[in-house]
């Protein structure tokens, strides 16, 4: 049996997705496995596609952190450093977010978004974040390994700093150009990832991780042996090592 009702309130208002809430749960009781009840129509999809998008939001996003915060852990041989590169990418796509849904609203006046853009906001940002991530220190690590690491921060931002601005350049307006197509979602993403790699380029990879990476120094490579000096340009002395200078002062005097 097929029955037809039209809501009083618009199809995509919040009203209307609290009316089919209320019919599910009220029809749910006379539902059974050989005569089930649904409740279906526009404003339901929307519903259910809303739905849909947070789950997989909510259980994507910490998969996907920790599965780059493993990665980060192996590669750098460190806990501290991947955790505050984690912090940073996911610092720099809630300021992305948040100034992109200002814009959406205040300047472009856009009807609504989508319900995957957040999540396909942030996989963009956080494989792109990520990728400069890398670049910049798998090159401090191995500066701070010959010259210790506020050395080997500042070599390695030198030696990075100018590739890592010049993709990011490319990679957002790559994204800007799609939004010329006549499409909300689209748009919105390209929006987002563009100001998001901007944002992320210009500042966080460029000033705030290396600032914040030299303020901590060398603890931020904890717990290798980094961590504790024991590269060519500051090598931890040996009871061996203090030995031989204290014979050497004495011979000196």
Do not use: K
């Not at 809430?21 to 259910?48: F, K, M, N, Y």
């Not at 590169?85 to 989508?114: E, H, K, M, N, Q």
């Not at 690491?149 to 990679?171: C, K």
């Amino acid at each position: 049996m097929l029955l037809q009702a039209t809501l009083d309130d618009a199809g995509d208002s919040i009203a209307a997705e609290g009316v089919v809430v209320e019919l599910r749960e009220q029809l749910a009781a006379v539902s059974t496995t050989d005569a089930p009840v649904r409740v279906g129509g526009v404003t339901a999809i929307a519903l259910d596609s809303n739905t849909t998008a947070i789950h997989d939001r909510n259980l994507l996003i910490p998969l996907i952190l920790v599965a780059i915060t493993l990665i980060l852990m192996l590669l750098l041989r460190s806990i501290v450093a991947p955790l505050l590169l984690i912090a940073s990418v996911v610092l720099s796509f809630a300021a992305a977010l948040g100034v992109s849904a200002w814009v959406f609203d205040g300047l472009f006046g856009f009807p609504g978004a989508d319900p995957a853009v957040p999540l396909f906001g942030f996989v963009f940002l956080v494989a792109l974040g990520v990728d400069y991530n890398i670049f910049l220190m798998t090159r401090v690590r191995e500066e701070s390994a010959r010259h210790g690491t506020r050395q080997g921060i500042l070599r390695g931002l030198a030696v990075t700093g100018g590739v890592i601005t010049s993709a990011g350049l490319v990679l957002a307006a790559t994204f800007a150009a799609l939004g010329v197509i006549p499409i909300l979602f689209l748009v919105q993403i390209a929006f987002i990832v563009a100001f998001g790699v901007l944002l992320d380029t210009f500042l966080v990879r460029s000033l705030l991780v290396p600032a914040l990476c030299y303020d901590i120094g060398r603890a931020i490579w904890w717990p290798s042996r980094l961590s504790r000096g024991v590269h060519a340009g500051e090598q931890v002395p040996t009871q061996h090592q203090d030995e031989d200078r204290v014979i050497a002062e004495a011979g000196a005097r």
